[in-house]
């Protein structure tokens, strides 16, 4: 976020107090939902919340050229979720699949039977079959490869593992330069609905 934080001051430098303005708010909001009091969970509404901020304010920085479509099922807003949980994935789609063209971006959530399915998928860069095998490997082990880039998605893949036990599932699939799509699935009763909650 810290070249986010050059791109709010920019315009404030430029005396564009009302786009500087907006995305100082913006800021404050994603920061808020950061840190959620201290919570580990959140509501589900919560976290695509803190996508959507994440995401308005990296597509200001690339010139709106990214597009993101969340689809998530009715009934599911309510739901805890733990925190910070799928934002880090949208962010490595534009980190590591955004090649400075078009991209388009994918959210869906729904429920089935007793689990709650999350697809995210974009039409990146993708990633080949090689770095795809050692990727799977690297969030197999219970300490990320050092030496590997993903160590972010092995921080997701373990805290799954603690939280949702081994009911859950993470898996991650690509086709090189056409796309590549992760998979959660997360028990529901390891999913509770909060008590009051919320942001004033």
């Known amino acids: 976020m810290y070249n986010t934080l050059d791109f709010v001051i920019w315009p404030a430098q430029n005396r564009d ?3 500087g303005g907006e995305l100082a708010k913006s800021l404050s909001r994603y920061y808020r939902i ?4 201290g919570k580990e969970l959140i509501p589900l509404s ?4 803190h996508i959507s901020l994440y995401f308005e ?4 920085r690339f010139d709106e050229k990214i597009r993101l479509c969340l689809n998530a099922q009715d009934g599911l807003s309510q ?5 910070l949980l799928l934002q880090p994935l949208v962010e490595n789609c534009i980190v590591h699949g955004f ?7 994918a959210l869906t959530l729904c429920r089935t039977d007793s689990f709650l399915t999350i697809q995210l998928a974009d039409d990146g860069a993708g990633i080949s079959a090689e770095k795809l095998a050692r990727l799977r490997l690297s969030l197999e082990l219970e ?5 590997f880039s993903g160590y972010g998605l092995h921080n997701i893949a373990e805290r799954i ?11 991650i699939e690509s086709i090189p330069d056409v796309e590549i799509c992760v998979y959660i699935s997360l028990p529901l009763l390891a999913c509770p609905l909060p008590p009051s909650f919320g942001f004033a």
């Open 17 to 19: 107090v009302k786009e």
């Open 34 to 37: 950061s840190l959620s009091r």
């Open 46 to 49: 919560q976290e695509l919340a």
């Open 57 to 60: 304010l990296q597509n200001k």
């Open 79 to 83: 739901i805890s979720i733990l925190k």
């Open 99 to 105: 090649a400075n063209r078009e991209e388009s971006i």
């Open 143 to 147: 300490q990320a490869d050092d030496s």
């Open 161 to 171: 593992r603690r939280y949702y036990g081994e009911t859950a599932s993470f898996r």
